[in-house]
């Protein structure tokens, strides 16, 4: 459907910005019927809510020519939860009602108040803000909303998931109550709907949410790995897609911090957004993103919130999201307004079962697939080099006569080779993963090469907490200090796992994991001990000295709170 039914300047800007139909959500709120009714959208990130909310909120704006009276208190009201959402609507309802002479204003945090206030009191058609900001300018007697009209909260889930109920309860009483209210929202958990009881009346209710829930234009990857090859398989992933920009999602400040350090060390153009970033310092963060002159940001959940960049087509999730939302509202930065993008979850071995169970309550449909080899990006590279090298490009005299010198003294085959060492040397080098567990070897007579003589030692994990040869070896390396090839036979049970060491290195093995027991960057809560002798003179010696077998039939293990499958190791007993 065209945009018939707008005024004039509307469909004029929204002509020269390259929109030729209305996206589905778009389509829904200009529907007949509609245009004057509070209205509860669903709708998935990326999918042109702005610009929807921005025509659905035009009938209370305009007048009878589609243009905007003399400015003075706001008609309008748009609350977003962070400043960088924020600033993305103003820019939005900008250009959108540019022609039509609105005079649009910007409350957020960040920002200097008492410049808001100035332009409060000079007037305004919009006002658009962050709830904090809105409340403050509110109880200071700046912002005047006596004569709103319409109300819009855009991602009202993650306004409440942020602690912003207070600021919008008081924000929504003091505007005028037959206003309009637009509520948009991704997700509509139980908060969402008793706030929509409270301040809206008889709501249309829009989904534009496809059934899978996973965003259509977005392909869903996971890959498994070491805890201790995590770094490596991110710039694997970065060197195979060599994205236009993309976004690594960390949890902590302190996880973005040591990431971006990393990236930057290895020639990655990065940057980083968490919370103890200044407004300025994102800001530039930004620009830089837009301006490729960075192409890699690595960002906290609620820092990445409210991020257009119409370039992202990589989200890495290098620490799990928290639940499937989460997991939605991460991916959903890219593959937006059409455009496709990839989401790829990097899973320690032992969380597998917890994001299959993560991916199932997402209803995504993710592929499991292996970390990118070396081969594969260095494969990858050539394909690139030479579909660049070879478009068809203009070419100036200065070039060509730069370019008959170069011949007169060098081969062809070396000009090209020289060519290609050049643009290799401005890449990260892709990264050597470690062997994903022991490898398949036949079984040799007798011991292996120096395991002649070797020391077993237990640990307090077994088949029960997802053990795995494939994130216990690194795990013993990064306690114990050791390599992988200094680990024999490992065996695991049920409840217990394990392993022999040789007797040279198993006292500098045995200090090595007292020192690290209370290292918070270790698996802690897994105990680490010598066992006297072989595993089975180690089982004899506890049935001998263990209480009598029980003899009737033993109860099936329940878990316990926070226990349940896919919740990674259970600690102790």
């Given at each position: ?37 509070d209205l509860i959208v669903s709708a998935q990130t990326g999918s042109g809510k702005t610009v929807a909310f921005g025509l659905a909120i035009a009938p209370q704006l305009l007048d009878a020519d589609g243009r905007m009276d003399r400015p003075g208190a706001p008609l309008a009201l748009a609350i977003a939860p962070t400043r960088e959402l924020a600033l993305q609507v103003s820019r939005e309802l900008m250009w959108l009602y540019g022609k039509a002479g609105a005079r649009i204003v910007s409350c ?242 032992q969380r597998r079962r917890r994001v299959e169970s993560m991916l199932r309550g997402a209803r995504i449909q993710a592929e499991w697939v292996p970390v990118p080899t070396a081969e594969q990006i260095r494969a990858a590279d050539q394909e690139r080099l030479i579909a660049a090298l070879t478009q068809p490009v203009e070419i100036e005299d200065e070039d060509r006569a730069l370019g008959a010198k170069l011949m007169a003294e060098l081969s062809p085959e070396d000009i090209a080779a020289m060519l ?154």
């Amino acid at each position: 459907m065209p945009f018939s039914r707008l005024p004039a300047l509307l469909a004029e800007a929204l002509s020269e910005r390259g929109y030729a139909a209305p996206t589905p959500v778009q389509a829904a709120v200009l529907e007949e019927g509609a245009d004057s009714r509070d209205l509860i959208v669903s709708a998935q990130t990326g999918s042109g809510k702005t610009v929807a909310f921005g025509l659905a909120i035009a009938p209370q704006l305009l007048d009878a020519d589609g243009r905007m009276d003399r400015p003075g208190a706001p008609l309008a009201l748009a609350i977003a939860p962070t400043r960088e959402l924020a600033l993305q609507v103003s820019r939005e309802l900008m250009w959108l009602y540019g022609k039509a002479g609105a005079r649009i204003v910007s409350c957020v945090g960040g920002m200097d108040p008492s410049k808001e206030r100035r332009n409060l009191s000079h007037g305004a058609h919009i006002v658009v803000g962050t709830p904090g900001r809105l409340r403050d300018h509110l109880e200071r007697g700046a912002l005047d909303l006596s004569g709103l009209r319409v109300v819009v909260l855009d991602e009202a889930d993650e306004m409440l998931d942020m602690g912003f109920r207070e600021d919008l309860e008081e924000i929504l009483d003091a505007t005028p109550e037959n206003r309009r209210t637009l509520l948009f929202s991704a997700t509509m958990p139980k908060p969402i709907t008793m706030l929509a009881k409270r301040y809206q009346r008889d709501a249309l209710r829009i989904s534009t949410m496809t059934e899978d829930r996973g965003h259509g234009d977005i392909t869903y990857q996971a890959v498994t790995v070491a805890p201790s090859d995590i770094e490596a398989a991110v710039v694997n992933l970065l060197r195979l897609h060599e994205p236009d920009t993309a976004i690594l999602f960390c949890a902590t400040r302190d996880a973005v911090r040591h990431l971006h350090a990393s990236l930057i060390e290895r020639g990655f153009d990065a940057v980083a957004l968490s919370g103890e970033h200044s407004q300025s310092e994102r800001n530039h963060a930004l620009q830089a993103l837009r301006d490729r002159r960075a192409r890699v940001c690595v960002a906290t959940d609620v820092a990445a919130r409210g991020i257009d960049l119409p370039s992202l087509s990589l989200v890495v999730h290098v620490e799990l999201p928290r639940d499937h939302e989460a997991l939605q509202h991460r991916s959903g930065r890219t593959g937006r307004a059409g455009k496709k993008g990839t989401a790829v979850l990097i899973v320690p071995y032992q969380r597998r079962r917890r994001v299959e169970s993560m991916l199932r309550g997402a209803r995504i449909q993710a592929e499991w697939v292996p970390v990118p080899t070396a081969e594969q990006i260095r494969a990858a590279d050539q394909e690139r080099l030479i579909a660049a090298l070879t478009q068809p490009v203009e070419i100036e005299d200065e070039d060509r006569a730069l370019g008959a010198k170069l011949m007169a003294e060098l081969s062809p085959e070396d000009i090209a080779a020289m060519l290609v060492r050049s643009h290799r040397s401005k890449l990260p080098a892709p990264e050597e993963m470690v062997d994903q567990g022991p490898k398949p070897r036949e079984r040799p007579e007798g011991p292996r090469p120096g395991f002649e003589d070797t020391v077993w030692f237990r640990m307090d994990v077994g088949r029960r907490h997802n053990a795995d040869p494939r994130w216990l070896l690194p795990l013993l390396c990064r306690r114990g200090h050791i390599t992988k090839q200094d680990i024999g036979a490992i065996r695991i049970a049920a409840d217990e796992t394990m392993f022999e060491i040789p007797r040279h290195a198993a006292s500098r093995f045995v200090a090595a994991v007292k020192r690290t027991a209370g290292d918070p960057n270790t698996e802690d809560g897994i105990r680490i001990e010598p066992i006297q002798g072989s595993p089975r003179e180690a089982a004899r010696h506890n049935r001998r000295s263990g209480p009598p077998p029980v003899r009737h039939q033993a109860k099936p293990f329940r878990a316990g709170p926070g226990q349940g499958q896919g919740q990674g190791p259970r600690r102790g007993r």
